[in-house]
T-cell receptor, first 112, second 114 residues
Framework: SQQGEEDPQALSIQEGENATMNCSYK?????LQWYRQNSGRGLVHLIL?????REKHSGRLRVTLDTSKKSSSLLITASRAADTASYFC????????????FGKGTMLLVSP | DGGITQSPKYLFRKEGQNVTLSCEQN?????MYWYRQDPGQGLRLIYY???????QKGDIAEGYSVSREKKESFPLTVTSAQKNPTAFYLC?????????????FGPGTRLTVT
């Protein structure tokens, strides 16, 4: 099973609206990362939030982390058509591998 | 330009043939990874390497093999033993391991086996 699970699986909004995606995980973590993937491309790192941080901002992105609920959210404000992509959360691998484990992602469609 | 390159972008093979996917990085990263992505799915770890001449199996290593003879290169061979090899393959690297480091991804190779 996977460590992180995103919700919703798909999200469709209009340009200018805000988009919120959630990630839940199962075991204690020291950090959580968010990545974006445009269709047919590699993933691009967006932001890393540490377990002692509650909120982090990067441009139009806002990430929160609630370790008591084992959940994180990614908010994209004032969405643009170029934000259309799949968004993945990633956490340290639950099996002890020195790498990350990724959720199945949220597919975001931003219509003009 | 620094980054990760994967070649080719598309690869077609007949069933029963081995095929090698290339991954090169010039970021001077110690760690490199191979993931498989199926439609609508997340990434699944095939193999990873923390340092030259060393690599470890991931969640789905059966039917795959790797080598890490140079820091810059981490080729993946999909063998005929892999039951369902058609997928999108992603290579990544990071400056360190332990799940605390940002991973940099290549553009991917889409493999189709018929």
């Amino acid at each position: 099973s996977q460590q992180g699970e995103e919700d919703p699986q798909a999200l469709s909004i209009q340009e200018g609206e805000n988009a919120t995606m959630n990630c839940s995980y199962k075991t204690s973590i020291n950090n959580l990362q968010w990545y974006r993937q445009n269709s047919g491309r590699g993933l691009v790192h967006l932001i890393l939030i540490r377990s002692n941080e509650r909120e982090k901002h990067s441009g139009r992105l806002r990430v929160t982390l609630d370790t008591s609920k084992k959940s994180s959210s990614l908010l994209i404000t004032a969405s643009r058509a170029a934000d259309t992509a799949s968004y993945f959360c990633a956490t340290p691998h639950y099996s002890g591998y020195s790498t990350l484990t990724f959720g199945k992602g949220t597919m975001l469609l931003v219509s003009p | 330009d620094g980054g990760i390159t994967q070649s080719p972008k598309y690869l077609f093979r007949k069933e029963g043939q081995n095929v090698t996917l290339s991954c090169e990085q010039n970021l001077n990263h110690d760690a490199m990874y191979w993931y498989r992505q199926d439609p609508g799915q997340g990434l699944r770890l095939i193999y990873y390497s923390q340092i030259v001449n060393d690599f470890q199996k991931g969640d789905i290593a059966e039917g795959y093999s790797v080598s890490r003879e140079k820091k810059e290169s981490f080729p993946l061979t999909v063998t005929s033993a892999q039951k369902n090899p058609t997928a999108f393959y992603l290579c990544a690297s990071s400056s360190g391991t332990g799940g605390y480091y940002e991973q940099y991804f290549g553009p991917g190779t889409r493999l189709t086996v018929t």
